[in-house]
């Protein structure tokens, strides 16, 4: 039986030398880098410049209108001074509507562009103003506006034929927000 001992504790001890050795063996590595991976996104901004308008330049400010009464013409450049080419689309925000007046002013929306001596007028919206109210009415100005270009946006105001009695001596005020979107890829 020592026989038998000798053998399973050499048998025993091969095995633990065969795991401890193949365990504990040495391997290589080695590793590379691309360095400088980076990714910019797009500037998309307006901004708003009256220099460049021939005639008044907005906002709107008319008193004492009566139905059918209509205001000057104002106007006022849209810049696109973002980094991308982008899509301008506009919309009111109604800041002060006693008596519901706001409901009853209709706005002529007209771009304009000077070229040969030229103005040619391209219109982008005409109807009331009530249509353009909040983002979810939002009216392309433009489709393309390229980087560091403007769009000359004019507009008329009118008091609706059929305003009633009750919007008399009322003032509506509005905000236009001009919402620039980058175009697609």
Same mark, same amino acid.
């Given at each position: ?51 460049? =308008?021939?005639? +008044? ?5 008319? !008193? *004492? &209108? ?6 000057? $013409?104002?106007? %006022? ?42 103005? =040619?007028?391209? +219109? ?5 103003? !009530? *249509? &353009? ?6 009216? $392309?100005?433009? %489709? ?42």
């Amino acid at each position: 039986m020592d026989l038998k001992r000798i053998a399973m504790a050499g048998a025993t001890i091969t095995g633990t030398l065969a795991l401890v050795a193949g365990v504990t063996f040495a391997v290589f590595t080695d590793t590379a880098e691309i360095p400088g991976n980076t990714v910019g996104t797009a500037d998309v901004e307006l901004s708003i410049d009256n220099d460049d =308008v021939v005639g +008044p330049s907005k906002p709107i400010t008319a !008193s *004492n &209108l009566v139905p059918g009464q209509q205001t000057a $013409e104002e106007g %006022a450049g849209v810049v696109n001074t973002g980094t991308v080419p982008v899509k301008v689309s506009m919309y009111v925000r109604y800041d002060s509507n006693p008596n519901g007046v706001c409901n009853w002013i209709n706005l002529t929306n007209v771009r304009r562009f000077g070229f040969g001596g030229f103005n =040619v007028p391209l +219109p982008t919206f005409n109807g009331p103003l !009530s *249509n &353009l109210k909040g983002p979810s009415n939002a009216k $392309e100005v433009i %489709a393309s506006l390229p980087t560091n270009h403007q769009v000359r946006v004019y507009q008329t105001a009118q008091l609706d034929v059929n305003a009633p009695n009750s919007v008399q001596a009322s003032t509506c005020e509005w905000t236009e927000v001009f919402v620039a979107e980058n175009l697609a890829p």
